[in-house]
């Protein structure tokens, strides 16, 4: 007896050691996202997101011979110099890579940071073109995809399976925004030249106000046959309602950002009935095993889905990297996004597929146009 | 011309809002010369109040009293809700620094606007809240062409009426000259057997409640709130304080009503993204050929 218990005690403290030193080996993966500030919604459902993916990995048997991932948060408040900050934490803080952050202006300082000091970042909701185009970096990708391919999507959508003639874009001179609507003016262009549309209203509102009558009331003198918002859905779904007081009739197009549960909460459902919205797949019309495990556990662990598109992208993100840190073999900056550029076949994450382009974007992201229907809820449109 | 009546009721709408939160301002600086950071919080609070009045409590008190009288009871709950905030403001962040000058009492305030706000933000989360649609009165009139909501009337006319109620009280009744004789000198007040510690506790319910008011009220006509959203407002009140001539009730309502048709008529006429600095040049313009304000000459008599 005496013997069993002291080998049973054996066996005890070895476990208790060997999770120890598990847990001290943990892998050490930063997220920055706005857990406050104006886009605390998204912030808060992209950590929970990570949550759940970390879970899935852990379920998968870990990464590097069953390490776990234990998840940094730094909080960036929705704002750049808030960015800075959490970037700097999370350098400091030795994470071995980072996914972040949401905002493309939040993100521009925090890319710089990492990449002054080689930390690999993903992002998962800055769209904005000039991120990987503008100078080339080293160890910046992203999950989600890119502002011109929704801007680009929106014209051609518009004018050649909506017919559209006379289109006005209005954006809220947000980096994200105003970079959807150039990218959708410049594409409007070929069919301006042809004769085939007319850019008959392109102006900016300022996000954050309440009341929008001025520049509705100069959209409905221009009289368009459709209406592109590229920005928030806070302001959209204030838009759509004023502008339809005011007697504007014609097609309410809203960009990926634009248009969520929440849009028909603010717009009512009078209102956000028939918006249509140029996005990617809303995660409920992901129907891979893995998105539909993803759902799963995110709805038992937060009662609901997430409620816009972006929060998958972070959970996608978690994935791409477990996947270069396990090929990788190490936690080495430069191995990682060696991995991240070039060994990304058999990668899948909630959004199906994850590969990155030589300058980090995210290779084949689609975009689809959804509407508003009758019960408020947002599914594929069908003209 | 349709297009410039149409922006001066939607100016004059949005000038009641400030107005209202401009009072609040104006008032507690009439008596305690602090400018209360906290006021625009104070303001979302009264929105958020009232959503959780509408929303939780009213199903059942729309569907028995009907709209208006669901709104009523909303505001009433505002009010007194947001007064007693305001109460427990002065009590627990300013009494207690008051005698150390005003410097620490502005900080004060800043602080207590961050907890407001995140305060409001742990209780109903961050996310925009809508009012629902099913709460709000619908009824709109077509006049010549003109759409005038009876949201917006009512908005107009029910401000109207609690500044002249405050107006009266200020000037017309033996509290009221209480009050103005504390904003002139606080030691000579006390002195002579006013009892400053009850003016400024009634300045301290009134001028948030009032804030309160004017809060659900913009819940219900924008019907989208935040608990980001009082900053805004409580910049955009302390700009038609100032453009009115702090201190003074008159000029707050005046500076309130201008303010927003200004805005709106500069997001009409010139641009919306360039409205905001067309509006701070009409300030700075004002502030030059007028230091105290519009309506700020009666400098003596400051509440």
Redesign the interface.
């Known amino acids: 007896m005496k013997r069993f218990s002291v080998a049973f005690l054996a066996v005890f403290v070895f476990f208790a050691m060997s999770s120890a030193a598990g847990a001290a080996e943990a892998v050490k993966i930063g997220l920055q996202a706005p857990v ?3 886009w ?2 998204e912030g ?1 459902m992209a950590k929970q997101s990570v949550e759940v993916a970390l879970q899935m990995i852990a379920e998968e048997g870990g990464i590097l011979g069953g390490k776990e991932i234990e998840l940094v948060v730094a909080d960036d408040a929705s704002n750049p110099k808030d960015s800075a900050l959490a970037a700097q934490r999370l350098v400091s803080q030795k994470v071995a890579a980072v996914i972040g952050t949401y905002g493309s202006s939040v993100n521009e300082p925090a890319a710089d940071i990492y990449e002054q000091n080689k930390m690999v970042d993903i992002a998962y909701g800055s769209t904005a073109v000039k991120l990987t185009m503008a100078k080339e970096r080293k160890y910046f990708f992203r999950t989600c995809g890119r502002d011109d391919a929704q801007g680009q999507f929106f014209a051609q959508y518009a004018v050649e399976v909506m017919g559209a003639k006379r289109i006005a874009i209005m954006h809220d ?1 947000t980096t994200f925004a105003k970079g959807v609507a150039e990218e959708a003016k410049n594409a409007l262009k070929a069919y301006v030249d042809a004769g085939k549309a007319e850019l008959v209203y392109y ?4 996000p ?8 509705i ?2 959209l409905r ?1 221009a009289k368009p046959d459709v209406w592109y918002f590229t920005g928030y ?2 302001e959209a ?2 838009l759509v ?1 004023q502008g339809r ?3 504007v009739t014609c097609p309410f197009v809203g960009g990926n950002a634009a248009i969520n549960s ?1 849009f028909v ?2 717009a ?3 209102y956000a009935k028939g918006s249509l919205l140029t996005q990617e797949p809303m995660p409920s019309d992901l129907d891979t095993p893995k998105s539909k495990r993803f759902l799963e556990l995110y709805r038992s662990n937060y009662r609901d889905i997430p409620s816009s598109p972006w929060p998958v992208y972070a959970a996608d993100a978690a994935f791409a990297l477990a996947w270069a840190i396990d090929k990788a073999g190490s936690t080495d900056s430069d191995a990682i996004a060696s991995v991240l550029r070039n060994q990304m076949e058999g990668c899948t994450g909630v959004t199906g597929a994850i590969a990155f382009t030589e300058r980090g974007d995210r290779k084949g992201v689609p975009y689809k146009m959804y509407v508003v229907d009758g019960e408020g809820n947002i599914v594929l449109y069908k003209p | 011309m349709g297009v410039f009546l149409e922006q001066l009721v939607n100016g004059l709408t949005i000038g009641s809002f400030y107005a209202l939160v401009a009072l609040g301002y104006s008032m507690v600086y009439g008596v305690m010369k602090l400018i209360n950071f906290a006021h625009g919080d104070l303001f979302a609070l009264g929105s958020y109040v009232g959503y959780a009045v509408l929303v939780y409590g009213s199903c059942i008190i729309t569907r028995t009293f009907g709209v208006w009288a669901g709104m009523a009871i909303a505001m009433a709950c505002a009010f007194l809700l947001v007064g007693a905030a305001g109460l427990a403001m002065e009590r627990i962040a300013y009494r207690p620094v008051t005698a150390a000058g005003r410097l620490p009492l502005v900080v004060s305030a800043l602080g207590v606007s961050i907890f407001l706000e995140n305060a409001i933000m742990a209780i109903w989360g961050p996310r925009y809240q809508a009012y629902p649609a099913t709460v709000v009165p619908s009824v709109s009139w077509n006049i010549m062409g003109l759409r005038v909501t009876a949201m917006q009337s009512f908005i107009l006319l029910f401000s109207l009426f609690l500044m002249a109620m405050l107006y009266y009280i200020v000037q017309k009744t033996r509290f009221g000259a209480a009050i103005r004789a504390t904003a002139l000198d606080r030691e000579m007040a006390t002195m002579l057997g006013v009892d400053v510690d009850v003016v400024i506790r009634f300045i301290f319910f009134l001028g948030p409640a009032l804030g309160g008011i004017a809060g659900i009220m913009n819940g219900m006509y924008y019907r989208q709130i935040s608990f980001a959203m009082g900053w805004n407002y409580g910049l955009k009140a302390f700009t038609a304080t100032i453009l009115g001539g702090i201190g003074n009730i008159p000029a707050a309502m005046v500076g309130g009503l201008l303010l927003g048709i200004l805005e709106m008529l500069g997001a009409a006429y010139i641009s919306s993204a360039w409205k905001d600095v067309f509006t701070f040049l009409v300030l700075i313009l004002v502030l030059i050929v007028r230091p105290t304000g519009l309506v700020g000459e009666r400098i003596a008599e400051k509440v």
Do not use: C
Not at chain 1, 203 to 206: C, E, K, P, Y
Not at chain 1, 208 to 215: A, T
């Open positions: 406050t500030g104006q605390a919604y808060q001179n102006d900016a509102i300022a954050g106000e309440k009341d929008f009558s001025p520049s009331t100069k003198e859905y806070p779904g204030l309602r007081d005011a007697g929440d909460k603010i009512g459902l009078e």
